[in-house]
């Protein structure tokens, strides 16, 4: 018995045709596709109705193009390939005056999205003045191959917080800039803002002008903030394992590595299962409880390859002990502090865990 990470493939399908909401999405690819696998996730997005993608590394973007050979693709970081970019038409970010003005020539023939910096000053331009700078700029420019400046684009780092007024700060900065340069005249093919918090703070749905909404997590299935109800957002992925043994032990025994768990009570049923931090469950996720038959039950020690589950006598050996499934939700972990949702699947051991699509 091996701990299981598998997608539920309808399950994953009729989330992000559900996500859609029949809008026009830029489906966030990165890091394997938050880990689901880049290639499983692109085909499914394609069958809901999404042809633009996005990710933040080249490698990616390129096996994007081999898997969708139609697709619109954006790259989120400025890279300096341009060989690779050109040959293989992928849209990039232009994060910067000076990466425009050291790499004007070098980017002849490829579509840049210009970016705007905003709050989370990660990339992009810093205000209305250096957009104009760089489209005057690159009006100037009689070059015949010069580069296409074919969007505009932000982020905001902000839309999962409620507390804070970030997210009307951010959201009015960025609408201001978008809004001077189409009343001035300059048109953009693609125009995109909102990642899954701030796509369904505005109602599912795409903000004035934009083109595309650019949403990740939710096409994987965790809510990006808890006001959400779960109905609206499915999770396909289970990561599971088994109750390898069910001991008793007795008040005052201490169980695990250094005292890890002490027993309160007598006759206690711990269940050894055979999964652990080795497999990518973190030990913030340890403070809290797995699935068995149904049932909650919590966590003592989190150890390589395995973990104590205190249970009762409905347990028993070769019994399935879930960690994730859509009944037991990442999201939930994520808004009880364990961990960001994509931080959560990117602590996954893929390696470890048993992979499978059903
Ligand atoms: C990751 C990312 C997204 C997607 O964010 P989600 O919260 O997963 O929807 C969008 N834009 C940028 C720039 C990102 O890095």
Request: charged share 25%; glycine share 6%; proline share 2%.
């Amino acid at each position: 018995m091996t701990a299981i990470w598998s997608v539920d493939t309808e399950a994953f399908y009729q989330n992000a045709v559900k996500v859609r909401n029949n809008q026009s999405l830029m489906a966030v690819v990165k890091n394997n596709a938050y880990h689901y696998g880049l290639e499983f996730a692109v085909k499914e997005f394609l069958k809901a109705g999404i042809q633009t993608f996005s990710t933040t590394s080249l490698k990616e973007a390129v096996r994007v193009r081999e898997i969708a050979p139609q697709a619109t693709i954006f790259l989120m970081n400025a890279v300096y390939d341009f060989d690779t970019v050109r040959k293989y038409q992928i849209h990039m970010t232009l994060p910067s005056l000076s990466y425009y003005y050291d790499h004007k020539d070098d980017l002849s023939s490829i579509h840049v999205h210009l970016e705007f910096e905003n709050l989370l000053h990660r990339s992009g331009f810093k205000d209305l003045n250096e957009f104009h700078e760089v489209l005057e700029n690159d009006a100037q420019n009689k070059s015949e191959n010069k580069m296409i400046i074919s969007g505009l684009w932000t982020h905001f780092g902000y839309a999962d917080e409620f507390d804070v007024l970030e997210y009307g700060i951010e959201r009015e900065a960025w609408l201001n800039i978008l809004n001077i340069l189409l009343d001035e005249g300059y048109t953009f093919d693609m125009i995109h803002s909102q990642n899954s918090a701030s796509y369904y703070r505005e109602g599912q749905i795409v903000l004035p002008h934009h083109t595309h909404a650019r949403v990740g997590i939710a096409l994987y299935g965790s809510r990006p903030y808890s006001k959400l109800n779960k109905s609206e957002i499915q999770q396909s992925l289970t990561v599971k394992s088994n109750v390898i043994q069910v001991r008793e032990v007795n008040k005052g025994d201490y169980c695990g590595y250094s005292f890890a768990y002490e027993v309160t009570k007598d006759y206690t049923h711990l269940a050894v299962v055979d999964v652990g931090y080795g497999d990518g469950i973190l030990k913030s996720r340890a403070q809290h409880e797995v699935l068995i038959n149904g049932k909650r039950y919590p966590i003592k020690a989190l150890m390589m390859s395995h973990m104590f589950v205190e249970v009762d006598d409905e347990v028993h050996p070769q019994d399935e002990v879930v960690l994730y499934n859509n009944d037991i939700r990442i999201d939930e972990y994520t808004f009880k502090g364990v961990g960001a949702n994509s931080e959560q699947l990117s602590a996954m051991n893929h390696d470890s865990l048993i992979k499978e699509y059903i």
